[in-house]
């Protein structure tokens, strides 16, 4: 008897599309079923859900099965959640699956990003884009502008925007007042524009844009062109890499304009307070010299990442006979040529002040207190934005958009373990700089964990340099470098600790800023500041940013513990991308619809 034998079955794999087409369907379909235990079952159990309102009405990242669980349990009903789709085709490498999706809530429709590792998910990001029946005037539904027909409005666009600059925070009072007119501040005024909420950005300074033009005039934009564009308005293709500051101030009051953001130059803030009852604030003002009263239901303070100038004291600086300023008031090297200048400290702003001072002819020593991160420029634009932010970028479709979400996909318990290997390439890549820096007695660090700049900015938002040229001055000793703590001050001269005497014409302390939640110590006095707690850093237990973990940006454009009070601010890149979640959030209070917000931050640190 002849026994036949068959080949083996031949094994199907599915492709990245259909792994992905069944984990949305059957993700929708546990949703639709209100069985929790079951779509928390497709999340692996080291997994991670960043959602950016869409779901929790915050900015909040869950933790694995039990966090999804937990969260569906308190939103899901609200949510409901549906129509999961993906957008673009899936991907696959090094065994995950990527694929770009839309999904839709009841109030809302948003993008977001799947990665999936076999069937389960590993992470997952879903992000409110726009509002139902509050979407932006975009595209196919922008306004017509023109008049067609009669009996239509007989205003004219001129005088419309001059009615509302006679109106708004006078007979008709703004829904949200934002307090500073920087990039943050501006940004934010341009949502609260195209989704109709009325605002006002009220700045001390005398025009938009000056933030950027009162600083010392060498400044220029460390981060590139296709990081920094604004919302709605990218730069000119024309535009340079690295815009001077000027020209930056420039574009912020053009855009300011053109944009039509209700703008009040000149208009500092005396105070503020929340009636609990009324749930309204009452804001003074102070007005190019007329006191006005505002009553905003919603407040942001949109002054930057960093609060008030954190000047340090010393004994002594009460005798010294020469100048001295913090690096916020520097106003350039002008005036110091052949003077001896003593800058303390050696992150960005010491390289910049240090740089154009030497090249002015002054005599300068950099005092670095603490070891600093250094990355070349060249070599941060190639390994660590090139993928995302850079014309090489654009030539492989890598749009604004995408590459901001892209970024916002990396749940940041784990962005560090996709940092490190970038700046391993970078350190072998630059290591004869580097080696000529630490032979110049230069304390270098790569972060607590070697995970590099972006994670030094995100936990702590200091302790670096993007070097565009100082760090080869400090190399070949044109910028004296010297090591150690201040001790005091005598009339001639900054002695350190261990007797060091550098003398000096000029201190300039670089010394960076304090907490956010200072401003509004200073607005709302310090019991809302201790309310509101510490803003920036995530709680990575690392330098600077004392834990436990957060999960998130402490406080940053998402409910606080102060109802009504939000706080706006950081780079171009994140005044452009997280103003979109702000104004949507701010917006949906506007529009009277409910906001249950889930994982409220809890207060772990004062400042």
């Known amino acids: 008897m002849t026994q036949t034998v068959q080949p083996p079955a031949v094994q199907t794999f599915s492709t990245p599309q259909e792994r992905v087409d069944l984990w949305l369907a059957d993700f929708e379909a546990a949703l639709a079923a209100r069985d929790i235990e079951r779509a928390a079952g497709m999340f692996a159990v080291d997994s991670f859900w960043r959602?950016?309102?869409?779901?929790?009405?915050?900015?909040?990242?869950?933790?694995?099965?039990?966090?999804?669980?937990?969260?569906?349990?308190?939103?899901?009903?609200?949510?409901?959640?549906?129509?999961?789709?993906?957008?673009?085709?899936?991907?696959?490498?090094?065994?995950?699956?990527?694929?770009?999706?839309?999904?839709?809530?009841?109030?809302?429709?948003?993008?977001?990003?799947?990665?999936?590792?076999?069937?389960?998910?590993?992470?997952?990001?879903?992000?409110?884009?726009?509002?139902?029946?509050?979407?932006?005037?975009?595209?196919?539904?922008?306004?017509?502008?023109?008049?067609?027909?009669?009996?239509?409005?007989?205003?004219?666009?001129?005088?419309?925007?001059?009615?509302?600059?006679?109106?708004?925070?006078?007979?008709?009072?703004?829904?949200?007042?934002?307090?500073?007119?920087?990039?943050?501040?501006?940004?934010?005024?341009?949502?609260?524009?195209?989704?109709?909420?009325?605002?006002?950005?009220?700045?001390?300074?005398?025009?938009p844009g000056d933030q950027w033009r009162n600083r010392y005039k060498s400044?220029?934009?460390?981060?590139?062109?296709?990081?920094?564009?604004?919302?709605?308005?990218?730069?000119?293709?024309?535009?340079?890499?690295?815009?001077?500051?000027?020209?930056?101030?420039?574009?912020?009051?053009?855009?300011?304009?053109?944009?039509?953001?209700?703008?009040?130059?000149?208009?500092?803030?005396?105070?503020?307070?929340?009636?609990?009852?009324?749930?309204?604030?009452?804001?003074?003002?102070?007005?190019?010299?007329?006191?006005?009263?505002?009553?905003?239901?919603?407040?942001?303070?949109?002054?930057?990442?960093?609060?008030?100038?954190?000047?340090?004291?010393?004994?002594?600086?009460?005798?010294?006979?020469?100048?001295?300023?913090?690096?916020?008031?520097?106003p350039g090297p002008d005036a110091y040529a052949g003077k001896r200048v003593v800058v303390v400290g050696s992150n960005n702003s010491a390289h910049d002040i240090c740089k154009a001072l030497y090249e002015n002819g002054a005599d300068v020593t950099m005092l670095q207190r603490s070891s600093t991160h250094i990355v070349k420029s060249e070599s941060l634009m190639d390994l660590g934005l090139g993928d995302l932010y850079s014309e090489r970028a654009l030539a492989a479709g890598m749009?604004?958009?995408?590459?901001?979400?892209?970024?916002?996909?990396?749940?940041?318990?784990?962005?560090?373990?996709?940092?490190?290997?970038?700046?391993?390439?970078?350190?072998e890549r630059d290591k004869e700089f580097y080696d000529r820096l630490e032979k110049a007695g230069f304390k270098l660090d790569f972060g607590d964990d070697g995970s590099g700049l972006f994670m030094k900015y995100l936990r702590r938002g200091s302790g670096y340099y993007i070097d565009v040229g100082a760090s080869e001055l400090v190399a070949d000793g044109s910028i004296h470098l010297v090591s150690g703590q201040v001790d005091r001050l005598t009339e001639t001269a900054v002695?350190?600790?261990?007797?060091?005497?550098?003398?000096?014409?000029?201190?300039?302390?670089?010394?960076?800023?304090?907490?956010?939640?200072?401003?509004?110590?200073?607005?709302?006095?310090?019991?809302?500041?201790?309310?509101?707690?510490?803003?920036?850093?995530?709680?990575?237990?690392?330098?600077?940013?004392?834990?436990?973990w957060e999960g998130e940006q402490r406080n940053m454009w998402k409910p606080t513990q102060q109802e009504a009070l939000w706080f706006h601010g950081g780079n171009l890149h994140q005044s452009r991308h997280y103003s979109l979640y702000l104004a949507l959030q701010i917006k949906a209070r506007y529009e009277k619809i409910p906001t249950p917000v889930y994982g409220l931050q809890e207060v772990h640190h004062l400042s």
């Not at 919302?231 to 053109?258: C, Q, R, S």
């Not at 800023?513 to 200072?518: D, E, I, K, T």
């Open 219 to 330: 400044l220029c934009l460390h981060d590139p062109v296709w990081y920094d564009h604004l919302p709605y308005m990218p730069f000119p293709d024309n535009w340079p890499v690295f815009a001077p500051k000027d020209k930056i101030g420039d574009w912020l009051e053009m855009y300011t304009k053109v944009m039509e953001i209700p703008y009040w130059a000149s208009t500092t803030c005396t105070s503020a307070s929340f009636d609990e009852e009324t749930k309204e604030w009452t804001v003074v003002l102070d007005r190019a010299g007329e006191e006005v009263v505002l009553h905003p239901k919603q407040l942001v303070l949109a002054t930057g990442m960093s609060g008030k100038p954190s000047v340090p004291t010393f004994p002594g600086q009460d005798i010294f006979q020469g100048e001295q300023h913090h690096s916020s008031q520097h």
């Open 399 to 427: 749009t604004t958009e995408k590459a901001d979400l892209t970024f916002a996909s990396l749940p940041y318990k784990i962005m560090h373990e996709f940092q490190i290997p970038i700046y391993q390439k970078i350190a």
């Open 51 to 207: 959602d950016l309102v869409a779901f929790t009405w915050n900015l909040k990242t869950v933790e694995g099965r039990d966090g999804v669980a937990a969260m569906l349990q308190a939103r899901l009903d609200d949510t409901e959640p549906t129509n999961f789709r993906i957008s673009e085709t899936p991907v696959e490498a090094d065994g995950v699956t990527s694929a770009w999706i839309t999904f839709e809530t009841a109030t809302s429709r948003g993008k977001g990003h799947l990665r999936l590792e076999g069937d389960e998910a590993w992470t997952l990001l879903t992000t409110m884009q726009e509002l139902k029946g509050h979407e932006e005037p975009r595209g196919t539904k922008r306004v017509k502008g023109a008049v067609h027909g009669a009996g239509g409005d007989t205003l004219s666009w001129a005088e419309r925007r001059e009615l509302e600059e006679k109106e708004l925070g006078y007979t008709q009072q703004p829904y949200v007042l934002i307090i500073g007119g920087g990039q943050g501040g501006i940004a934010l005024g341009a949502r609260m524009r195209q989704l109709g909420v009325p605002a006002i950005v009220v700045d001390k300074n005398e025009r």
């Open 495 to 548: 002695v350190l600790r261990d007797g060091t005497e550098l003398p000096a014409d000029l201190v300039v302390y670089a010394t960076g800023y304090g907490s956010m939640n200072g401003w509004a110590a200073d607005l709302m006095g310090q019991e809302v500041a201790d309310k509101v707690g510490k803003c920036w850093g995530l709680g990575s237990d690392t330098t600077k940013d004392p834990g436990p």
